[in-house]
């Protein structure tokens, strides 16, 4: 193997990844699993479990409390959001968010690294590290493109494992 001479490393396209720790507000894991009884449950990427449908993001308790938290990201749209309840064995098949800019996952309740999120580029670059488990707790917001393939694995425990998501879309 040669000596590298006059090289240049660049790193360009990283993905962003922000998780905002904000408290979680009193109340809200009752609340989702109101929302739970209330609203029948859809099929979309969950695999057992429990999915709300589309709601009102206006109408949510808690709407304030999220966007004040993303006051640092340029001007955005959001219209709806969705209630995820998983169970001893339930998980989210991978998927991206068509249609918006950034997803954005509440947690009610600690994930205990049951959040995947998949290297963007992993078809094309598939002998780099492909894959981040990301442990996060009850009350954190986790932000991240839409597009990036992402998934959530089957729950171990016997207590329900709870999110909120919801899309953004920069109108810059």
Same mark, same amino acid.
């Given at each position: ?52 449908? *589309?709601?009102?993001? /206006? =109408? ?7 966007? %004040?938290?993303?006051?640092? $990201? @340029? ?49 094309? *670059?598939?002998?780099? /590290? =492909? ?7 009850? %009350?954190?917001?986790?932000? $991240? @493109? ?27």
């Amino acid at each position: 193997m040669g000596i590298v001479i006059n090289t240049e490393f660049h790193e360009l396209f990283a993905t962003p990844l922000w998780i905002l720790k904000p408290e979680l507000p009193e109340g809200a894991y009752e609340w989702a699993l109101n929302i739970e009884q209330s609203y029948e449950s859809e099929k979309v990427s969950n695999r057992g479990g429990y999915q709300s449908p *589309r709601l009102p993001m /206006n =109408d949510m308790p808690y709407k304030d409390h999220l966007l %004040g938290q993303l006051d640092f $990201f @340029p001007e955005f749209h959001y219209d709806n959001y969705w209630v995820n309840i998983n169970r001893k064995g339930d998980y989210n098949l991978k998927h991206t968010h068509p249609l918006s800019d950034f997803a954005v996952v509440w947690n009610i309740t600690h994930n205990r690294n049951k959040l995947v999120i998949q290297n963007p580029l992993n078809h094309s *670059r598939h002998k780099n /590290n =492909d894959e981040k488990e990301l442990n996060i707790k009850a %009350g954190h917001i986790t932000v $991240f @493109p839409s597009d990036v393939p992402h998934y959530v694995e089957p729950h171990d425990l016997d207590i329900p494992r709870i999110s909120v998501a919801f899309n953004i879309t920069t109108t810059d």
